[in-house]
């Protein structure tokens, strides 16, 4: 089986191409650039290829079965996303698996999920077996303000009324098994834990694992944008505090009959924020790196 896989070499991509690669499918990754390229595991094709620029893309999608798309969080992640089924239906490509967002009541205010919808539309309306995948809040998010963390604050505005999170493990696992499994065409996953999380509860979480004081750091919105958001660009500042402010005023928790089909694509239980938490806690307390760490 040939697979293409877009999106690589991000969070979730750099899980889901060894998992592949271990049931000996034959991997293309697309990057945009050689550097990336130089980054994939042993066994993994590079093809150089820009969603931005169509004319790149040509050849990319000859003689594969499956498309794996994972779409950047940027301002052109929707054409970016169009641009690619597009292509692999041109390509008469029999499977595409999608990574989009967790989505409830009021979501389709957040850009970043708003974004990916005119992409699940032309999945749905396409003559192709699809399986989209919608991932709530990752653990590894938490990678990003590991230095905050480590010292005595959690910093993302999560608020008290709970949302769901997920290991990008299990993320990885529901796309090759949606990828080299039947049963899931043309199907739609809510992927998630049963537990909910809050800022305090969060901080707890790590205190317990640190073996020292780690505080809230609050819902003020200003407050992150000046701290722990401060290095992203504008755009994407602004897209974060409409999704804070929707956790903090509504959560976004997996409803009963999402985790039950969870199960079918999953086909193992959710890794748990504990065994995610204790581990990036004892990389942290010896100055160590937990950029690829997953729960147990």
């Not at 293409?4 to 990754?29: D, K, Q, W, Y």
């Amino acid at each position: 089986m040939n697979v293409l896989v877009i999106g690589g070499t991000g969070t979730v991509g750099r899980h889901v191409i060894p998992l592949l690669l271990a049931r000996n499918v034959r991997v293309s990754a697309m990057t945009r650039t050689s550097a990336r390229a130089a980054t994939l595991p042993r066994g993994a094709r590079a093809e150089i290829g820009d969603l931005n620029r169509s004319y790149t893309l040509h050849g990319a999608f000859d003689g594969i079965d499956a498309v794996v798309l994972i779409t950047a969080h940027s301002i052109t992640e929707t054409g970016q996303g169009l641009a690619a089924v597009n292509a692999a239906l041109a390509a008469h490509v029999r499977r595409i698996v999608y990574l989009s967002a967790a989505a409830c009541a009021g979501a389709m205010r957040i850009p970043h999920v708003a974004s990916k919808a005119p992409i699940e539309h032309a999945l749905i309306t396409a003559r192709a077996d699809y399986t989209i995948l919608r991932a709530h809040n990752f653990f590894q998010n938490d990678l990003l303000v590991d230095e905050e963390i480590a010292s005595g604050s959690y910093p993302l505005p999560i608020g008290g009324s709970g949302i769901s999170r997920i290991d990008v493990c299990d993320v990885a696992d529901a796309i090759v098994n949606a990828t080299l499994k039947s049963g899931h065409e043309r199907r739609l996953y809510t992927l998630g834990t049963p537990e909910t999380f809050t800022g305090e509860a969060t901080a707890a979480k790590y205190e317990r694992y640190l073996r020292r004081p780690v505080r809230y750091a609050g819902d003020s919105l200003d407050t992150w944008e000046h701290g722990a958001g401060g290095p992203m660009p504008k755009w994407q500042r602004d897209d974060l505090r409409i999704m804070y402010r929707h956790f903090q005023e509504h959560g976004m928790k997996m409803e009963k009959p999402e985790l039950t089909e969870q199960a079918r694509i999953l086909g193992h239980e959710p890794r748990r924020f504990d065994d995610f938490a204790a581990a990036a806690s004892r990389a942290w307390r010896n100055d160590g790196v937990a950029e690829q760490l997953c729960g147990a």
